[in-house]
């Protein structure tokens, strides 16, 4: 199956590496430190992790790094059936940023000020501290209220001067497995860290989230910024994430062996979920709008260079509304909006009502 014209990677993601706490605004890539690697580990790809996950904090009181999914999904089988075609299976959620902050409440969590420097969109309350109880409900600045999840990644900057997309930057949920009738919710409080910040740009460009890299004006297919945007013109970068889950655990210590990409069953073109990940959920693909145009040679990221670029996502969806839309936009095979109207298929209806709450 292609997604906007390329073919998922059949790999698994995420090696684990331990990282070390960096102070605000540092650029630079995390130091790291051996640990356990999973199947991904051979394509050169490393985990970013805490320091050790040893600290206690809010959802995980023992500080061992693996948060269990109570309960757990077992039994499933990965799904390798071929539903009726249908190219589009997808809603938005479209949300604003809403503050900046040296924190990371997956990869150091309990600790502000650990982190290089993030862009938050969504939930307004995010912060080291944030837990699956605090964002559960809260304020948040997407379209629709019941996602108060909080999705994060490296602040951009031009020289000193931060940069921060402007309005609401498109979230999709879209199936990444060819049976896209078997994608069922994310689990309240999962949550996972999508690339790298240690990456090399070899490693950005073949990793199974990629998605045209680094692009303005006519300058596509970047693993860093390109030299030069044209005037009135925007840095975009789309990236996404893996959406074949374990089952078993909302968090692991590197943040990424609990998720994988799909992979290609042998013999065919048809992407299904590994065995050790057999639970397809949505497939996030940020596509992120940076308005910032002429000469790119200040602009980097809190992280460092462009392919140092990755992103967080805590899910805290109110569950209803979270089915509701997956159920009707990406089970339904429909290209849906935030309302989970599919403009092509008036006649299926929408989801949400013009406030973007369920009726």
Request: aromatic share 8%; charged share 15%.
């Amino acid at each position: 199956m292609k997604i906007r014209g390329r073919t998922l990677s059949g790999l698994l993601l995420a090696a684990a590496l331990a990282a070390s706490a960096l102070g605000a605004g540092t650029v630079a890539a995390l130091d790291t430190a051996p640990a356990a690697a999973t199947a991904h580990a051979a394509t050169g790809h490393t985990g970013h992790v805490t320091a050790g996950s040893a600290l206690p904090s809010g959802d995980d009181p023992d500080g061992d790094g693996y948060i269990p999914a109570v309960p757990p999904v077992t039994g499933v089988t990965p799904s390798d059936a071929v539903p009726p075609p249908a190219y589009f299976h997808e809603f938005q959620a479209n949300c604003s940023v809403t503050h900046t902050a040296p924190d990371d409440p997956i990869v150091h969590p309990g600790r502000p000020g650990a982190s290089h420097d993030h862009t938050f969109m969504g939930n307004r309350s995010t912060n080291a501290h944030s837990t699956t109880a605090s964002l559960t409900g809260g304020a948040t600045s997407c379209n629709a209220p019941a996602d108060a999840s909080a999705y994060w990644m490296p602040s951009l900057y031009d020289g000193d001067r931060k940069v921060l997309p402007v309005g609401p930057q498109v979230i999709y949920y879209k199936s990444g497995v060819t049976d896209y009738t078997s994608v069922r919710p994310f689990p309240k409080g999962l949550r996972f860290v999508v690339g790298n910040p240690a990456q090399s740009a070899d490693q950005f460009r073949d990793h199974g989230g990629w998605v045209e890299g680094w692009e303005c004006g006519d300058s596509y297919k970047n693993v860093d910024f390109p030299a030069r945007c044209p005037a009135g013109t925007q840095l975009n970068i789309r990236m996404q994430a893996p959406s074949c889950w374990n089952g078993l655990h909302l968090d692991t210590p590197d943040h990424q062996s609990h998720m994988a990409y799909p992979v290609v069953k042998p013999g065919t073109n048809h992407d299904v979920c590994p065995a050790s990940h057999p639970v397809a959920l949505p497939m996030i693909e940020f596509k992120m709008a940076f308005p910032v145009d002429g000469d790119m040679s200040r602009v980097r990221l809190s992280s460092g260079r462009g392919y140092s670029f990755h992103y967080d996502f805590f899910n805290a969806w109110e569950d209803r509304t979270l089915k509701a839309l997956v159920d009707h936009c990406v089970v339904g095979g429909l290209q849906c909006d935030t309302r989970g109207y599919d403009q092509n298929h008036p006649e299926r209806g929408a989801v949400l009502n013009a406030d973007h709450r369920l009726p």
